[in-house]
């Protein structure tokens, strides 16, 4: 493990595996660095300096407050420089795969000038037809119960607000998982808070900010707004691409996405 110092002091905790041009995997809701660590190994195969981090409030990091979108754009933009300035380190700027909610704070990151030169994303969560119901008071709902410490209470709250039954969530509570979700949960609100308004809409007009080329990916077993929601940000995107894999519910495996990725980011300019 290696850390990097954020702007506002905060040290965030990464690894990294490879040589060769930078990648960073961003994860999503309930995930640190370890979940991401098969990817990274296997874009580290395929060429690449491969990093996977824990995003603030997560495993090794720290969690200065208060929060802000900014701050882990900051935390983003010190991990890669981090990466860049060690021995045969990966250069001034890196791709960035973000998985879900991760998706949504690579693209701010790459829309508002982090050293980015390509990204990628798995289904980013944005209101489109057909997909769950904005709830206004679903951001106000997280942020009483972290406050008030009510852990279980906020992974339950996420899981129905996604639309699983309650004897999926049930089942969670029985699973070896369920210590890691508890330990995790406080930072759902930071999740919700990179998916941008109420409403969660694809971000048009951010994604028509992106100066570098942007793919998004589905799994065809994902349910139909997830795959609809990465398509839309593909269309939005000046030099957006969409490409869906047979995978299952919200991911793809490791051997199949990987090489996809790595063609893609060896296709991407140099900078």
Same mark, same amino acid.
């Given at each position: 493990?290696?850390?990097?110092?954020?702007?506002?002091?905060?040290?965030?905790?990464?690894?990294?595996?490879?040589?060769?041009?930078?990648?960073?995997?961003?994860?999503?809701?309930?995930?640190?660095?370890?979940?991401?660590?098969?990817?990274?190994?296997?874009?580290?195969?395929?060429?690449?300096?491969?990093?996977?981090?824990?995003?603030?409030?997560?495993?090794?990091?720290?969690?200065?407050?208060?929060?802000?979108?900014?701050?882990?754009?900051?935390?983003?933009?010190?991990?890669?420089?981090?990466?860049?300035?060690?021995?045969?380190?990966?250069?001034?700027?890196?791709?960035?795969?973000?998985?879900?909610?991760?998706?949504?704070?690579? @693209?701010?990151?790459?829309? !508002?000038?982090? =050293? /980015?030169?390509? *990204? $990628?994303? &798995?289904?980013? %969560?944005?209101?489109?037809?057909?997909?769950?119901?904005?709830?206004?008071?679903?951001?106000?709902?997280?942020?009483?119960?972290?406050?008030?410490?009510?852990?279980?209470?906020?992974?339950?709250?996420?899981?129905?607000?996604?639309?699983?039954?309650?004897?999926?969530?049930?089942?969670?509570?029985?699973?070896?998982?369920?210590?890691?979700?508890?330990?995790?949960?406080?930072?759902?609100?930071?999740?919700?808070?990179? @998916?941008?308004?109420?409403? !969660?809409?694809? =971000? /048009?007009?951010? *994604? $028509?900010? &992106?100066?570098? %080329?942007?793919?998004?990916?589905?799994?065809?077993?994902?349910?139909?707004?997830?795959?609809?929601?990465?398509?839309?940000?593909?269309?939005?995107?000046?030099?957006?691409?969409?490409?869906?894999?047979?995978?299952?519910?919200?991911?793809?495996?490791?051997?199949?996405?990987?090489?996809?990725?790595?063609?893609?980011?060896?296709?991407?300019?140099?900078?």
């Amino acid at each position: 493990m290696d850390t990097a110092t954020s702007a506002d002091g905060t040290v965030i905790a990464y690894e990294r595996w490879g040589e060769g041009p930078q990648v960073v995997v961003v994860g999503g809701a309930f995930n640190d660095r370890r979940t991401w660590a098969e990817l990274a190994q296997a874009l580290a195969e395929e060429g690449f300096t491969a990093v996977s981090y824990d995003r603030r409030g997560r495993g090794d990091s720290g969690d200065t407050e208060p929060y802000a979108v900014e701050r882990e754009i900051e935390d983003l933009t010190a991990v890669i420089r981090s990466v860049g300035s060690e021995p045969g380190g990966a250069g001034p700027a890196a791709c960035l795969h973000g998985v879900s909610s991760g998706a949504a704070l690579a @693209l701010q990151a790459a829309a !508002h000038g982090a =050293p /980015v030169r390509a *990204l $990628s994303g &798995l289904e980013p %969560p944005y209101g489109v037809e057909g997909g769950p119901p904005p709830d206004p008071d679903y951001l106000p709902t997280l942020v009483r119960l972290r406050e008030q410490g009510r852990n279980a209470e906020i992974v339950e709250f996420f899981m129905s607000g996604i639309g699983l039954p309650p004897e999926a969530i049930s089942g969670a509570r029985q699973s070896p998982m369920w210590a890691g979700m508890l330990a995790l949960a406080p930072t759902l609100v930071y999740d919700t808070q990179c @998916l941008g308004d109420v409403e !969660h809409l694809v =971000p /048009v007009d951010l *994604l $028509s900010k &992106l100066r570098v %080329p942007a793919l998004f990916v589905s799994s065809t077993a994902s349910p139909e707004w997830l795959q609809r929601a990465a398509q839309e940000c593909a269309a939005a995107a000046p030099d957006g691409t969409h490409r869906a894999f047979e995978g299952e519910f919200h991911s793809i495996a490791t051997d199949v996405l990987a090489p996809a990725l790595a063609e893609f980011y060896r296709g991407a300019p140099q900078s």
